[in-house]
């Protein structure tokens, strides 16, 4: 590489961060910040605003408050990533459609953060619930048996909660 480009990765810690990971992140966040509809963050915020979805996930991918996250900034890749996994995550839920068939429901991300009947806490249970989603679809083959012979000595039947559980507190 020549000295004077730049590397194409983020460096350090934020490397390694997964869709999951940058949900769950987003998840807290409007925990702690607050949440909000009609755009992604509330004017009356300062630097770490109430936010919708889409920006807490925009926060948690690049750490700052960027105008539009899933376009702009070095997180830009990471947002869209976990943006476009949670929005998977709905249609493959039913909640979100593409196409006409559905002229009630929601049919992005975006849209099903401003529905009228959304709260909160729906919000941050669906975000954390992708993430773990996220973690169980791309499990390791050596996670999963590692897991798996956890369960064996501890005389458990292997589970997707517990596999979860297991996960987290590694």
């Not at 020549?2 to 807290?28: F, H, M, V």
Request: with cysteine; charged share 25%.
């Amino acid at each position: 590489m020549n000295p004077t480009q730049k590397p194409t990765t983020t460096p350090g810690a934020l490397a390694d961060l997964t869709p999951a990971d940058i949900l769950r992140c987003a998840a807290r966040y409007l925990e702690i910040h607050g949440w909000i509809k009609g755009t992604y963050y509330s004017n009356q915020g300062g630097t770490f605003p109430p936010a919708c979805a889409v920006g807490a996930i925009g926060m948690a991918a690049h750490g700052r408050l960027i105008t539009i996250p899933a376009t702009h900034g070095a997180g830009a890749r990471d947002c869209r990533r976990a943006v476009d996994y949670l929005t998977d995550y709905l249609t493959d839920l039913g909640i979100i459609a593409y196409g006409d068939d559905w002229n009630t429901a929601p049919t992005d991300a975006i849209e099903w953060n401003d529905r009228d009947d959304q709260t909160a806490e729906q919000v941050i249970t669906t975000l954390r619930a992708a993430a773990d989603n996220y973690d169980w679809d791309h499990a390791t083959e050596d996670d999963l048996e590692t897991y798996a012979d956890a369960c064996v000595w501890a005389e458990k039947h292997p589970t997707r909660d517990g596999f979860l559980a297991w996960r987290a507190a590694r």
